[in-house]
């Protein structure tokens, strides 16, 4: 699809900054998803299964890493740009749900996913959680990184608010959970809980922006919204929807291990 065919109004916020040069999509930004790895501690022995790799910034990390590994994605673009990384037989992109991958059962020693629980109703989530499970070998890790509320004491109007707002903004139906209802959400399948890790959702904030995109990165996605009036009034309305929203939103990620 062309830039002259974006549809800026409509699109979800994820693929409308993609389209205008980000390329670190995820909550807590670049340094949760390096901690996420360094927890992980990929090795060539590993077989790892990412759900949702999107524009493949971390596949090229775990990658760096040479294990077996499987991408599952939804969307055909997608999976071309991370296709483009893979450069061995044990490395493959395949087109599938993370609900139901058709992968064998206890093949993978690590599954993780970032930025796509979210996006999800309760019943997905728990789908989703049940087939990492099914996936990983007895003592297998599952590691997430997605959207967070906090406080614990969030009201139910406050996360209507917020699910409203977000949908407006990103146009797509996020539903984040508290610290304690993401580790509520992994114990019930069997997992336990090894490490959490929280961050201000800054994602459209300067000081995030240079530390995930670097510099030039950033240069090159402000000329892009300065000459591009529809996707610059969806980038400063999503900014004003994080903004407004700052103190009960924060990135969040979780090391899960399957019992032996």
């Avoid at 699809?1 to 040069?21: C, D, F, I, R």
Wanted: hydrophobic fraction near 40%; proline fraction near 4%; glycine fraction near 6%.
């Amino acid at each position: 699809m062309t830039k002259q065919t974006l549809n800026y109004e409509k699109m979800p916020g994820h693929w409308l900054l993609a389209s205008l040069g980000k390329t670190v999509l995820r909550p807590g930004g670049i340094q949760m998803t390096c901690q996420m790895l360094q927890h992980l501690a990929i090795k060539e022995q590993d077989y790892v299964v990412e759900f949702a790799p999107g524009l493949g910034t971390t596949a090229k990390m775990t990658l760096a890493k040479n294990p077996t590994y499987i991408a599952v994605e939804r969307d055909e673009e997608a999976a071309k740009k991370v296709r483009e990384y893979l450069n061995g037989d044990n490395q493959r992109c395949i087109i599938g749900s993370a609900e139901h991958t058709g992968l064998p059962d206890a093949w993978a020693t690590v599954v993780y996913g970032e930025a796509m629980l979210t996006m999800q109703s309760t019943k997905q989530k728990n789908a989703i959680i049940r087939e990492a499970k099914r996936l990983l070998k007895p003592g297998g890790i599952y590691a997430i990184h997605e959207m967070c509320l906090t406080p614990s004491t969030i009201t139910s109007t406050q996360r209507e608010e917020i699910r409203k707002d977000l949908v407006q903004a990103i146009k797509v139906n996020a539903l984040p959970l508290t610290v304690e209802e993401w580790e509520d959400a992994l114990k019930q399948h069997g997992f336990t809980i090894e490490h959490v890790e929280t961050a201000p959702m800054h994602l459209l904030y300067p000081k995030r922006l240079i530390e995930d995109e670097g510099l030039f990165g950033v240069l090159k996605i402000i000329k892009n919204v300065i000459i591009n009036s529809k996707a610059r009034k969806r980038v400063l309305f999503m900014r004003k929807t994080f903004m407004k929203h700052n103190q009960n939103l924060q990135g969040i990620s979780i090391i899960a291990r399957l019992a032996q």
